[in-house]
């Protein structure tokens, strides 16, 4: 009798709470249950942001718009860039929608372990929805500034500037799939190091500026083989370079397009996120002591 | 009813003491160079016993070693200890805070827990958002919370402020909606710390008593951590005492309670026996209400008991007096073998007098107890010390209502009472 007992009693345990740790352990029927929680953090993201402004969501345009503006000033009037036929300023605005929502995936996931400790020490739920929605919810920003950007492209395509998207632009959603697992990837790694490290909080700051400049941002990197031809390898091998650069291509016609590139940006993308999975599951199991 | 639902197997928590900091990367470094050899993590060998008198030899320490114990369905378990036996590790662990350094816990049904009721409410968000946010942290669907909305509103009380943001409403306010979430929360397993029962008395008894609904109507299976004697006491069916991070003692609830108030630093107590002119005192307890030397509670039994040799027993004529201080030295009240016409002619040498108190009704607190030694024939004070021993009362169900009264505001002593309302 007690041995029957003990033998179906095995069977059904809903789960285990152990110290193992497998490497990667990726529960979607988990996620899959918390998934109005997912919903209402990102519900929480977008409202919250702006509350008490006046200006409300009108910062999501802003911010782009704007820097836009200063790059155009000081990159292509001062430092003389060339950007061919397309107009710079849509050519800058162009780079900084794509890289805004590398850039916010990147900085959003990496305080993930540090802001959220508060809630994290207290409750469980699957710890992957938090990087998660910080992923969907600059999904919906880069929504709103991807129509800002539209604006401008008909208002200069009506104004008779001669632009118009490649055959490319159906890549689209695999670019946007890249910029977020990297930044996903990259920023889960970096809030798993943080638990331990802080160090890693202020190379993030910094890090991040000079990553913009390394990336090809405010500038084509047909301009660094032309000027620098030494030094183009960083451009080649920077994942994000490549995805700036093919965002750019698509939608504007312009720039250095190799499909070595893209799948290099793929593969990177995809790499880097199965590690931050990885790492960021070793550390969700006891992060709350060290951090 | 009686299966199983959560088994703890070889429980173990590896604390690092001190600071990160350099030491850490090297330690981490080892560990990893050990894992790729396929070795055991060179650190969990080592490691003191979780006893926070002494200063630690190593940078480790063992929060918790090896616990066990299985939860049966319906059971309310309480987990008593001091402050750092190792309670609140053990519930981090518990609801998936953090992971054990060894052992497995399995379990049948869902875990909720409530570290802390409130969590994640966003200061921007109104009440009703709070409500789905919190409510889907605690691991509840936007379906079940739709379902509770009116009733968590009106449990909570703040009808009138429920679209307003959270950040504008008073503390009383936030705590009343958060715990109105928590009450509703329906897992298999609830865990529940005893900082539920922070707030104000009124909400403290609000919190018991859901408590005692969600255990005793519902059937629901409850782990409860606590240093709340009384609370334990009405709440649980069962229990486990933690001392430096082992179970020291399992049982039911009361063996439990005695067990752990007698462990509570009584430990300076009077060396006997205690001589005087006449004779010696070789012994006197304090006994709770199952016979233990131990802290007592209040509404319950309890004893005092005193061994005398008295060199010449047939010739006095015991009167012992006992008083109870408060520690401004105020008297609180008098316990004397005189007024009970109990005065002895001693028979023989070694005589015990033991006072039999039927229901302990001096308010919580900690009290000095003097002792008075009187022989009635030559009128003289063989023994008299003001302060001879500390006794502590602790709160408890006096009025066997369930409802606890805090320490505070209560005055010096509470008396059976009935009410009646015309």
């Known amino acids: 009798m007690n041995s029957t007992k003990t033998s179906s009693q095995d069977s ?20 899959w249950r918390y998934r109005d929680l997912l919903v209402l953090f990102v519900k929480r993201d977008i409202v919250t ?118 055959a490319n ?21 970096l809030s798993s190091l943080t638990t331990k490290y802080r160090d890693f909080t202020v190379l993030i700051t910094f890090g991040v500026q000079l990553l913009m400049y390394i990336s090809a941002v405010p500038f084509p990197m047909s301009e660094i083989l032309e000027k620098k031809p030494e030094y183009f390898w960083v451009f080649k091998y920077n994942p994000i370079a490549q995805i700036i650069e093919g965002f750019r291509y698509m939608t504007l016609d312009t720039g250095l397009f190799t499909w070595w590139g893209f799948f290099y940006a793929l593969g990177f993308s995809l790499v880097v996120f199965f590690m931050g999975l990885a790492i960021f599951n070793r550390t969700e199991k006891s992060f709350i002591d060290t951090v | ?27 981490d470094l080892n560990r990893w160079w050990a ?60 609801s998936r805070v953090t992971s054990p350094t060894t052992g497995t816990i399995k379990t049948k049904g869902r875990i909720a827990s409530l570290l802390e009721v409130g969590t994640g409410f966003h200061p921007e968000l109104t009440g009703r958002e709070n409500i ?30 429920v679209d307003t943001p959270v950040k504008r409403y008073s503390s009383g306010m936030r705590v009343r909606l958060a715990f109105a979430v928590a009450a509703h929360l329906e897992p298999d397993i609830l865990v529940v710390d005893e900082v539920l029962a922070v707030g104000d008395a009124e909400f403290q008894k609000k919190a018991i008593g859901k408590m005692k609904d969600i255990s005793g109507n519902d059937g629901r299976t409850v782990l409860f951590v606590s240093h709340n004697m009384a609370a334990v006491k009405s709440l649980c069916t069962r229990g486990i005492v933690l001392e430096n991070g082992k179970i020291a003692f399992e049982g039911g609830t009361d063996d439990c309670v005695s067990y752990y108030l007698s462990k509570k630093d009584n430990d300076a107590t009077e060396t006997f026996p205690i001589k005087f002119d006449e004779g010696e005192i070789s012994k006197f307890v304090v006994l709770d209400f199952i016979g233990n030397n131990s802290n007592l509670l209040l509404g319950e039994r309890c004893s ?23 520690k401004d030295e105020k008297l609180i009240t008098t316990l004397n073998t005189f007024h009970l016409n109990a005065n002895k002619v001693l028979e023989k040498f070694d005589q015990s007098f033991v006072c039999f108190i039927s229901k302990l009704k001096i308010s919580p607190g900690l009290y000095d107890l003097g002792i008075q030694i009187l022989d009635l024939n030559s009128k003289k004070v063989l023994y008299q010390n003001d302060v001879f021993s500390e006794v502590v009362v602790e709160s408890g169900d006096v009025f066997k209502t369930g409802k606890i009264p805090s320490k505070e505001n209560l005055g010096v002593f509470l008396s059976d009472q009935t009410w009646q309302i015309k």
Not at chain 2, 135 to 157: D, Q
Request: charged share 20%; aromatic share 14%.
């Open chain 1, 169 to 189: 632009l159906v890549l689209f959603p695999a670019y946007v799939f890249i910029m977020g697992m990297t930044g996903l990837g990259l920023g889960m790694i």
């Open chain 2, 304 to 326: 005092f008991e005193l061994n005398l040799r008295i060199k010449n027993p047939k010739s006095t004529r015991i009167n012992v007096r006992y008083q109870v201080f408060d």
């Open chain 2, 1 to 27: 009813m009686n299966n199983i639902i959560l088994t703890a197997q070889n429980i173990s928590k590896q604390y690092r003491l001190g600071v990160v900091g350099t030491g850490t990367l090297s330690h």
């Open chain 2, 35 to 94: 894992s790729l050899r396929g070795k055991e993590d060179p650190y969990l060998k080592i490691g003191a016993e979780n006893d926070r008198s002494k200063k630690a030899e190593t940078d480790y320490v063992w929060a918790l070693r090896d616990i066990n114990f299985d939860v049966y369905d319906g059971d309310v378990l309480g987990i008593i200890g001091k402050n750092g036996a190792g309670k609140s590790t053990l519930l981090k662990i518990l």
């Open chain 1, 49 to 166: 942001v702006y509350k008490q402004t006046i200006l409300g969501p009108l910062w999501f345009l802003i911010q782009p718009l704007f820097t836009s503006v200063i790059f155009t000033l000081v990159f292509n009037n001062v430092a003389n860039i060339q950007t061919g036929t397309v107009p710079s300023f849509l050519f800058n605005l162009a780079g900084i929608t794509a890289w805004t929502y590398f850039r916010e995936c990147l900085t959003g996931t990496s305080g993930t372990f540090t802001k959220n400790a508060g809630i994290f020490g207290k409750v469980y739920f699957p710890r992957v929805i938090m990087p998660m929605s910080v992923t969907i919810s600059n999904l919906l920003k880069l929504g709103i500034q991807l129509s800002i950007f539209a604006g401008f492209y008909i208002y200069f395509v009506a104004s008779g500037k001669d632009i118009s998207p490649n």
């Open chain 2, 132 to 161: 789905y946010l919190n409510g889907a942290i605690l691991g509840m669907t936007k379906a079940e919370i739709r379902e509770k909305e009116e009733e968590i509103i009106e449990f909570s009380g703040c009808q009138l402020y």
């Open chain 1, 12 to 31: 059904d345990w809903l789960y285990e709470i152990k110290a193992e740790k497998k490497l990667l352990d990726f529960n979607f029927k988990e996620i």
